[in-house]
């Protein structure tokens, strides 16, 4: 049976949330924004009574670069046409049902994400510029044997959203002999978001990987439809605008509440009036703009400035630079010669939270309390640019 064809209903272990209810529905613009903003504290305070999760570890998986004028909404006055941003996946340990679980949140598959119409063109049209831009680190499974973690050992692959993506080597298509990297992993998506690739409008297509979900095997999908609990610490909330099904995880960690999106690339577009970045903060002062939207397909930018003030809402001010919150990217701009003018002013970097439970201390987790003794503190790595 076709994916698209299913019924949607909750996945088992999984536990749907209805703090946001039909706020989305609500067909004037504006008051729709005043909807979910007014909800937002609700669903904050049902990420708060969880317990936190376990782990938290970040991997890089490849650079590249990526239009200023998308990247900050065209308010950056800076000499550099584009930035240079690197891509950078979560895996996330967590309990579900008393039993331990990874999530890999935006592993992106760099050789399929070289594919989209977008990057093929930029790099025809700017050879040279790719070329030194364009950087791939050690394979994701590499790094993640290096902290314990297997490929088969991931229970669950999420995207914010399917731009640059493949999902192909990560899950297996039908009769294909080529091994699959995440065997045992299964994929969360929005449903709309699944069902938008199959009929991609023009202002989609550049950024999506025509064939990248073709043949992929039904019974490794799970499609959800809206807000979810995915375990201890652990949601995804529908956050639409940016693509059609966008979501964002949110993570209860003993650092506070965190966000992963790529509704912006840098803690400067969830906290604009702060930035240091020329002109960043001056047109959001003169157009009274809360957040500044990373936009390169303008599918719904009411919805999207909508969406990241939820993600505003649901996070915690970063400890050591409280004018930004904890909404880290999948994509963060970093400082690069090869983008002048262009330094975030804070830079998340990485984050690394509690300890991993991995081999046979995962089987004896699973097989003890759920929150056995051995959490680790962590820090978030980087800092100010």
Avoid at 102 to 114: Q, V, W
Avoid at 149 to 165: G, M, N, S, T, W
Avoid at 316 to 322: A, I, K, L, T, Y
């Amino acid at each position: 049976m076709d994916v698209m064809d299913a019924t949607v209903e909750t996945p088992p272990g999984f536990e749907a949330l209805t703090e946001i209810g039909d706020a989305w529905s609500i067909a004037q613009p504006g008051l729709r924004a005043r909807a979910v903003r007014e909800r937002a504290p609700f669903l904050r305070e049902r990420l708060e009574a969880t317990k936190p999760v376990v782990a938290v570890r970040t991997f890089d998986t490849m650079q590249l670069s990526y239009p200023t004028r998308y990247a900050f909404w065209g308010a950056a006055i800076v000499p550099s046409p584009f930035a240079i941003m690197t891509q950078r996946v979560f895996l996330v340990q967590f309990y579900q049902a008393g039993k331990l679980k990874n999530l890999l949140f935006n592993p992106t598959d760099p050789e399929g994400a070289l594919r989209a119409p977008y990057l093929e063109r930029l790099r025809a049209r700017h050879p040279i510029l790719s070329r030194l831009s364009t950087r791939i680190f050690a394979p994701l499974t590499s790094q993640l044997r290096k902290v314990g973690v297997a490929p088969e050992q991931i229970d669950y692959i999420a995207y914010d959203h399917f731009h640059l993506q493949d999902l192909r080597k990560h899950l297996g298509t039908h009769g294909s002999p080529e091994p699959v990297t995440f065997p045992s992993a299964e994929l969360i998506a929005q449903k709309q978001e699944w069902e938008a690739w199959d009929a991609l409008h023009p202002l989609q297509s550049p950024f999506y990987v025509r064939d990248g979900k073709r043949g992929v095997l039904e019974n490794r999908v799970r499609l959800i439809d809206g807000d979810v609990l995915l375990g201890d610490g652990v949601m995804l909330v529908r956050t639409p605008g940016h693509s059609t099904g966008n979501q964002t995880l949110f993570l209860h960690t003993e650092r506070g509440l965190v966000g992963v999106s790529e509704n912006g690339v840098s803690a400067d577009n969830w906290s604009p009036r702060e930035s240091k970045i020329p002109g960043v903060a001056k047109r959001c002062k003169d157009q009274d703009l809360d957040v500044l939207l990373n936009l390169d397909t303008p599918e719904s930018g009411a919805d999207q400035y909508t969406s990241m003030l939820l993600e505003r809402a649901m996070v915690d001010p970063v400890p050591e630079r409280p004018e930004f919150v904890q909404m880290v990217t999948g994509f963060e701009v970093t400082r690069s010669m090869l983008a002048p003018g262009i330094s975030p002013t804070y830079y998340f970097g990485g984050f690394s939270v509690g300890s991993l439970w991995t081999g046979p201390a995962r089987a004896a987790a699973n097989a003890a309390a759920p929150h056995a003794p051995g959490w680790g503190g962590g820090e978030l790595v980087g800092g100010a640019a």
